[in-house]
């Protein structure tokens, strides 16, 4: 039965962390184990939920909070330029009106 455990563990490496976080012990997993062996439904929990939560803090923990304020003030920039672009182009314009040459000639 440990054998085949140790196997189980090797091929699912993401309990190791799970004992690392300190979330369960050896022992708890162990008996899990005896319990209800390989049963994917009983190990999603472990397995599936547990790294999904370890990504999203390593993503958090590696974003460089610099390059985001880089790419806010950016687009904010960009946002105002278009912004001052749309407003010229909703204002009226005078219509141009052609004034004829040698209009006071007569006077």
Aim: charged share 30%; proline share 2%.
């Amino acid at each position: 039965m440990k054998e085949n455990f140790k196997l189980f563990v090797r091929s699912n490496p993401k309990l190791i962390t799970y004992v690392k976080n300190k979330n369960a012990t050896w022992q708890e997993l162990f008996e899990i184990y005896s319990l209800y062996g390989e049963d994917k439904e009983v190990w999603d929990k472990y397995i599936i939920n547990d790294n999904s939560i370890n990504d999203l803090i390593s993503l958090i923990k590696n974003v460089n909070l610099d390059s985001i304020k880089n790419i806010v003030d950016g687009m904010q920039k960009a946002i105002s330029i278009i912004q001052s672009i749309s407003s010229n182009n909703n204002e009226p314009h005078e219509e141009y009106e052609a004034k004829k040459k040698y209009d006071n000639l007569d006077d």
